[in-house]
């Protein structure tokens, strides 16, 4: 298995990825013999990978990165870098490669600190591999500051570092890194393609698989979800109901509370998962005895761990609205599909009579303007909006 194959409807970026991998083999190849590096006018030293969620770009720079580590022996008989099974690959894949540095977060931005810790270890010479991979899978959460820290790394990197920056478009990158980076877009795989890949590895049911390749628009991991997890389709089924139950004022009201509820709820029970573990191995790392007592100097630890904690909560949650509203807005864009006569095939299917009950009793002009209001909530969330307030304004201007 090559390491592009999690790569689904992507074949233009795996091709001029693997032309990369190629030139940068021979680059590393010519320069442990000593002699003259070849022409690697394909490989460079920062990239950046745009494309709406779903569309595989962390799995493309994770994909890239063990290409550049392959030690398949096989390449010096002409074969391609990136063979998936030997060291090099294997271990940047499964994340345990000395000179593969996966970087992601799950909280709201990355900061200064965090960032100036990654330009200190892309200075470095590779370990043990070809090359010093840095592969930083939210660039659009650098703050301001971390931004401008990462720009001097990528404008002067060392020798054999890359950089492999994802983010969902240039414009959530600085003007002044996005020029400096060889740019990929790719886009949201076929539906046809990620219902293959559910049947194929994770051996879900066609139909199933079908299914919610469909709902969710060709999103392989928002699709692997709602194939295997009862509470996520528990929870698509309340968002998908919310057009029916806008006719009045209290109705907007207690829609709106109720799907920022489900998004707490969804952010405690992520919580409860991961927070009590990372305290436990905190405090044993810290000499915590018996009884809960901790050693003296160790209080300011706990409460930063407490505050990380925090934080991410507060991304959870706001991660799993983003993900109702873009149910909301799909159900939405059935409604247009029906009201225009689109032959596109709705996403919704089991929900059609609902779909189809909204669109007979609206014009495609409220429609759009139904969808603004959703995009909108998106916006004001993005800027820190208290989540009732956005989804309260959300809910009003649906019924509007």
Same mark, same amino acid.
């Given at each position: 298995?090559?390491?592009?194959?999690?790569?689904?409807?992507?074949?233009?970026?795996?091709?001029?990825?693997?032309?990369?991998?190629?030139?940068?083999?021979?680059?590393?190849?010519?320069?442990?013999?000593?002699?003259?590096?070849?022409?690697? $006018? *394909?490989?460079?030293?920062?990239?950046?990978?745009?494309?709406?969620?779903?569309? =595989?770009?962390?799995?493309?720079?994770?994909?890239?990165?063990?290409?550049?580590?392959?030690? $398949?022996?096989?390449?010096?008989?002409?074969?391609?870098?990136?063979?998936?099974?030997?060291?090099?690959?294997? %271990?940047?894949?499964?994340?345990?490669?000395?000179?593969?540095?996966?970087?992601?977060?799950?909280?709201?931005?990355?900061? #200064? *600190?965090?960032?100036?810790?990654?330009?200190?270890?892309?200075?470095? $010479?590779?370990?043990?591999?070809?090359?010093?991979?840095?592969?930083?899978?939210?660039?659009?959460?650098? %703050?301001?500051?971390?931004?401008?820290?990462?720009?001097?790394?990528?404008?002067?990197?060392?020798?054999?570092?890359?950089?492999?920056?994802?983010?969902?478009?240039?414009?959530?990158?600085?003007?002044?890194?996005?020029?400096?980076?060889?740019h990929l877009t790719l886009r949201t795989p076929p539906v046809d393609a990620v219902a293959d890949v559910l049947v194929r590895r994770d051996g879900?049911?066609?139909? #199933?698989?079908?299914?919610?390749?469909?709902? %969710?628009?060709?999103?392989?991991?928002?699709?692997?979800?709602?194939?295997?997890?009862?509470?996520?389709?528990?929870?698509?089924?309340?968002?998908?109901?919310l057009p029916l139950r806008i006719d009045d004022i209290g109705g907007c009201l207690k829609a709106a509370q109720e799907l920022v509820d489900a998004?707490?709820?969804?952010?405690?029970?992520?919580?409860?998962?991961?927070?009590?573990?990372?305290?436990?191995?905190? *405090?044993?790392?810290?000499?915590?005895?018996? =009884?809960?007592?901790?050693?003296?100097?160790?209080?300011?630890?706990?409460?930063?761990?407490?505050?990380?904690?925090?934080?991410? *909560?507060?991304?959870?949650?706001?991660?799993?609205?983003?993900?109702?509203?873009?149910?909301?807005?799909?159900?939405?864009?059935?409604?247009?599909?029906?009201?225009?006569?689109?032959?596109?095939?709705?996403?919704?299917?089991?929900?059609?009579?609902?779909?189809?009950?909204?669109?007979?009793?609206?014009?495609?002009?409220?429609?759009?303007?139904?969808?603004?209001?959703?995009?909108?909530?998106?916006?004001?969330?993005?800027?820190?909006?208290?989540?009732?307030?956005?989804?309260?304004?959300?809910?009003?201007?649906?019924?509007?």
């Open positions: 298995m090559a390491v592009w194959d999690d790569l689904v409807g992507q074949a233009r970026v795996e091709e001029q990825l693997a032309a990369a991998a190629r030139d940068a083999d021979a680059l590393v190849t010519a320069h442990a013999a000593g002699g003259t590096a070849p022409d690697a $006018s *394909k490989m460079t030293h920062a990239w950046l990978f745009t494309g709406p969620p779903g569309s =595989g770009r962390a799995t493309a720079a994770r994909a890239f990165a063990a290409a550049l580590q392959c030690v $398949s022996p096989d390449r010096a008989l002409g074969g391609a870098p990136g063979c998936g099974f030997c060291d090099g690959c294997h %271990t940047a894949l499964v994340g345990t490669h000395a000179d593969v540095e996966v970087v992601r977060t799950d909280l709201l931005s990355i900061g #200064v *600190k965090e960032t100036r810790d990654l330009v200190r270890r892309a200075q470095l $010479s590779p370990a043990g591999g070809r090359w010093q991979v840095i592969v930083l899978e939210d660039a659009d959460r650098l %703050t301001e500051g971390a931004g401008n820290v990462l720009l001097k790394a990528v404008e002067e990197p060392a020798p054999r570092t890359v950089w492999l920056l994802c983010a969902p478009s240039l414009e959530d990158v600085l003007p002044t890194i996005r020029s400096r980076c060889r879900i049911e066609p139909p #199933v698989a079908a299914a919610a390749a469909r709902a %969710t628009q060709g999103h392989i991991d928002r699709a692997r979800r709602l194939a295997t997890d009862e509470r996520a389709r528990a929870r698509r089924a309340v968002v998908l109901k998004a707490g709820e969804d952010a405690k029970q992520v919580a409860e998962e991961i927070d009590a573990k990372e305290t436990e191995e905190l *405090k044993a790392a810290l000499g915590g005895g018996q =009884g809960g007592r901790m050693p003296r100097g160790t209080a300011g630890a706990m409460k930063e761990l407490e505050e990380r904690q925090k934080r991410r *909560k507060t991304r959870t949650q706001r991660d799993s609205l983003d993900l109702a509203l873009t149910d909301l807005t799909g159900f939405y864009r059935d409604v247009l599909a029906l009201q225009l006569r689109a032959r596109t095939p709705i996403a919704n299917e089991d929900v059609r009579d609902a779909v189809e009950r909204v669109a007979r009793d609206t014009a495609p002009e409220r429609t759009l303007r139904r969808i603004e209001a959703v995009l909108a909530c998106r916006d004001a969330l993005d800027r820190n909006v208290a989540p009732l307030l956005a989804v309260e304004a959300m809910t009003m201007a649906l019924r509007g």
